[in-house]
């Protein structure tokens, strides 16, 4: 198995509303990292998790809360956001080695995320 | 200045063609990464080299240590091959994964 699996595909919300972003991956691999990617332009680090450890914030709002409850698992929990926090969100892993960036990166679909 | 350059932007090209993808980094690297991804959908790894080349289907990636340069060849190319194609390195302390800013191809039937 090497999926990465994220749910869900699409998600609409208001600026009121809390909401969450799944990311599942078997592959036992210690390393998961979010990723934003707006139109046409390259992915942007949010987050990345080491052995369920926070370990790189890349100053995001804390209107994105990470979350990792074990090593096969990584949410990203959103309330309160922005019209302007509409993007494609990218859940990846990697075999935690030298740094938290080693080995290859394997991406999911991602989820596609409107805020009204 | 981006760390990563990747040129053509832009490139189309008629089925059957024979494509080229340059990748351009200034940072030490400890590996080097070739990425596909279809509008709208997740990203595929295609190439992950640090030295040499890998083959795999038609597609072919070479990378060249001394003048920090790598290509994505695609031979007799489909339209099933129109994406963006994103390189990407691993920074030497691992610490870091930058993005170059993707091509961006089509192929025409």
């Known amino acids: 198995d090497t999926e990465v699996t994220q749910t869900p595909k699409h998600l609409v919300m208001g600026m009121t509303n809390k909401k969450s972003l799944k990311c599942e991956q078997h592959m036992g691999h210690r390393a998961m990292y979010w990723y934003k990617q707006k139109a046409k332009k390259p992915p942007e680090l949010m987050f990345v998790?080491?052995?369920?450890?926070?370990?790189i914030n890349e100053s995001v709002p804390s209107r994105f809360s990470p979350e990792c409850p074990n090593s096969s698992l990584l949410n990203l929990h959103l309330h309160a956001l922005q019209p302007e926090d509409s993007a494609l969100y990218l859940c990846?892993?990697?075999?935690?080695?030298?740094?938290?960036?080693?080995?290859?990166?394997?991406f999911g679909e991602g989820s596609r995320l409107t805020v009204l | 200045k981006n760390e990563v350059e990747q040129s053509p932007q832009n490139l189309t090209a008629q089925e059957g063609e024979f494509i080229t993808i340059n990748c351009s980094y200034s940072?030490?690297?400890?590996?080097l990464h070739w990425l596909q991804q279809h509008p709208g959908g997740g990203i595929v790894s295609l190439f992950m080299l640090s030295s040499g080349k890998k083959k795999h289907g038609r597609l072919i990636a070479t990378i060249n240590i001394q003048e920090k340069h790598s290509s994505l060849h695609i031979t007799a190319s489909h339209p099933r091959d129109s994406a963006v194609y994103i390189c990407?390195?691993?920074?030497?302390?691992?610490?870091?994964?930058?993005f170059g800013t993707g091509t961006s191809l089509t192929v025409i039937p």
């Open positions: 990846a892993s990697s075999q935690r080695g030298g740094g938290p960036h080693t080995g290859e990166l394997f």
């Open positions: 940072v030490g690297i400890s590996a």
């Open positions: 998790y080491s052995y369920e450890k926070l370990s």
């Open positions: 990407a390195v691993t920074s030497n302390t691992g610490n870091q994964f930058y």
